[in-house]
């Protein structure tokens, strides 16, 4: 980890943190190691103590319960934050299509309370302080003309929009015609068998460690049957499969068991599955794990949904895996078909058993186990588990 943030700081690029759940003497050691932000802010008092750390704090318009808890405490500042700026952290492109991104955050934010001149300062000027871009953030000579015009300032309704000084639609802009040849190959993978999903043991029974819970994971423990030398899956459970597909590492598929997820009947495959990115695979039957897996790897990266052996849905995301060359509307609209076929394989529970807990139960870096391209890590106890199978006591 050292080395990773040495590499880094020598690159001189800012560094973007984790830093949930961390405050007093451990957020201090946190921002002198060099990293210099945090958008996992939790409360309105964890984001006055980020700030008065020096903190720079990305405030997020994915977690929305947490917004007018922040909005009431940056009310109590006697100046307005420098370093607070905004992001989106997570929107699909259904949610983008509809609501918006960054302006669905302003308007968002407008609406709990925050005045509309403090909520466009943190997403343009201190946006562009945060990134070291002095070209941008103003509306002044030797700046960049990107500017938007607004109809209405608390609504944050468009009227015009200019790049680089030029009047622009809806087109994309600065838009390649074809993506670097490694982005478009980034799944170095083989079609893989049902039979790779396995989990080996011996005996007639074995337990098994689970990742418990969608959001905030929990180790949990279970019996299991031991059927033609490998693990049979138990009630309540679905298999957990993270292969690494960058080719810098063994690609066999490293299982493990995911409980409290509800029933499924099928399988889902993701390339997008923070952050590491490696192909992940959610589901029961051993086929439709196969079928789901395979067809991302086919699309060289994207998303699949399968039943019964076959794919009913599928989203290809060929740019590293993450993002697609079709328009925004094209995508949306697979990304509603596949989220409708996830509704076939498994009722979802909300708020953390939603279809979006998927991309992110491989983030590691949060406390609890997470499944990785390693085995089941446990960052804060230090423990890594090649095999979800426990030792005999």
Same mark, same amino acid.
């Not at 599928?314 to 076929?341: D, F, H, W, Y």
């Not at 909300?350 to 949060?366: D, R």
């Given at each position: 980890?050292?080395?990773?943030?040495?590499?880094?700081?020598?690159?001189?690029?800012?560094?973007?943190? +984790?830093?949930?759940?961390?405050?007093?003497?451990?957020?201090?050691?946190?921002?002198?190691?060099?990293?210099?932000?945090?958008?996992?802010?939790?409360?309105?008092?964890?984001?006055?103590?980020?700030?008065?750390?020096?903190?720079?704090?990305?405030? $997020?318009?994915? +977690?929305?319960?947490?917004?007018?808890?922040? @909005?009431?405490?940056?009310?109590?500042?006697?100046?307005? %934050?420098?370093?607070?700026?905004?992001?989106?952290?997570?929107?699909?492109?259904?949610?983008?299509?509809?609501?918006?991104?960054?302006?669905?955050?302003?308007? $968002?934010?407008? *609406?709990?309370?925050?005045?509309?001149?403090?909520?466009?300062?943190?997403?343009?000027?201190?946006?562009?302080?945060?990134?070291? $871009?002095?070209?941008?953030?103003?509306?002044?000579?030797?700046?960049?003309?990107?500017?938007?015009?607004?109809?209405?300032?608390?609504?944050?309704?468009?009227?015009?929009?200019? #790049?680089?000084?030029?009047?622009?639609?809806?087109?994309?802009?600065?838009?390649?015609?074809?993506?670097?040849?490694?982005?478009?190959?980034?799944?170095?993978?083989? %079609?893989?068998?049902?039979?790779? #999903?396995?989990? %080996?043991? !011996?005996?007639?029974?074995?337990?098994?460690? !689970?990742?418990?819970?969608?959001?905030?994971?929990?180790?949990?423990?279970?019996?299991?049957?031991?059927?033609? *030398?490998?693990? @049979?899956?138990?009630?309540?459970?679905?298999?957990?499969?993270?292969?690494?597909?960058?080719?810098?590492?063994? %690609?066999?598929?490293?299982?493990? #068991?995911?409980? *409290?997820?509800?029933?499924?009947?099928?399988?889902?495959?993701?390339?997008?599955? +923070?952050?590491?990115?490696?192909?992940?695979?959610?589901?029961?039957?051993?086929?439709?794990?196969?079928?789901?897996?395979?067809?991302?790897?086919?699309?060289?990266?994207?998303?699949?949904?399968?039943?019964?052996?076959?794919?009913?849905?599928?989203?290809?995301?060929?740019?590293?895996?993450?993002?697609?060359?079709?328009?925004?509307?094209? @995508?949306?609209?697979?990304?509603?078909?596949?989220?409708?076929?996830?509704?076939?394989?498994?009722?979802?529970?909300?708020?953390?058993?939603?279809?979006?807990?998927?991309?992110?139960? !491989?983030?590691?870096?949060?406390?609890?186990?997470?499944?990785?391209?390693?085995?089941?890590?446990?960052?804060?106890?230090?423990?890594?588990?090649?095999?979800?199978?426990?030792?005999?006591?």
């Amino acid at each position: 980890m050292r080395a990773i943030l040495q590499a880094a700081l020598d690159s001189g690029k800012p560094l973007n943190g +984790h830093a949930r759940s961390i405050g007093g003497a451990d957020l201090q050691a946190y921002l002198a190691s060099g990293i210099s932000s945090d958008h996992e802010i939790t409360s309105g008092a964890d984001l006055l103590e980020k700030l008065r750390a020096g903190a720079w704090v990305e405030l $997020r318009g994915s +977690h929305d319960h947490l917004l007018p808890a922040a @909005v009431e405490a940056l009310a109590t500042l006697p100046i307005w %934050p420098q370093t607070l700026t905004l992001c989106s952290d997570d929107v699909f492109a259904d949610d983008l299509l509809e609501r918006g991104g960054l302006d669905d955050v302003i308007r $968002r934010l407008i *609406g709990y309370g925050l005045p509309p001149m403090q909520a466009l300062q943190a997403a343009t000027l201190n946006g562009a302080r945060r990134l070291g $871009r002095a070209d941008l953030g103003l509306v002044a000579p030797g700046r960049r003309g990107d500017l938007v015009l607004l109809r209405d300032l608390e609504r944050v309704e468009v009227a015009d929009v200019l #790049f680089d000084g030029v009047e622009v639609d809806a087109r994309p802009v600065r838009c390649p015609a074809r993506p670097p040849f490694a982005l478009s190959d980034s799944v170095h993978l083989a %079609p893989v068998a049902p039979e790779a #999903f396995r989990v %080996p043991a !011996t005996g007639p029974s074995v337990r098994i460690a !689970t990742i418990d819970q969608p959001r905030f994971t929990a180790w949990g423990e279970v019996e299991a049957e031991v059927a033609g *030398g490998h693990v @049979v899956l138990p009630e309540d459970c679905i298999h957990f499969a993270v292969l690494h597909r960058h080719g810098q590492a063994d %690609p066999a598929p490293r299982m493990g #068991f995911l409980r *409290g997820w509800g029933t499924w009947q099928g399988a889902f495959a993701t390339t997008v599955s +923070h952050d590491s990115h490696n192909l992940t695979v959610f589901g029961g039957a051993e086929e439709d794990l196969a079928a789901a897996a395979n067809a991302v790897i086919a699309m060289r990266g994207g998303m699949a949904v399968a039943r019964d052996g076959a794919v009913s849905a599928r989203l290809p995301l060929p740019n590293g895996g993450l993002a697609s060359e079709a328009p925004l509307a094209e @995508v949306a609209r697979s990304l509603i078909a596949l989220r409708t076929a996830m509704e076939e394989v498994v009722t979802w529970e909300p708020p953390y058993l939603v279809f979006k807990a998927l991309v992110g139960a !491989t983030l590691a870096c949060n406390p609890g186990p997470h499944q990785t391209d390693l085995g089941i890590a446990e960052p804060l106890e230090r423990i890594l588990m090649p095999s979800p199978v426990l030792p005999v006591r």
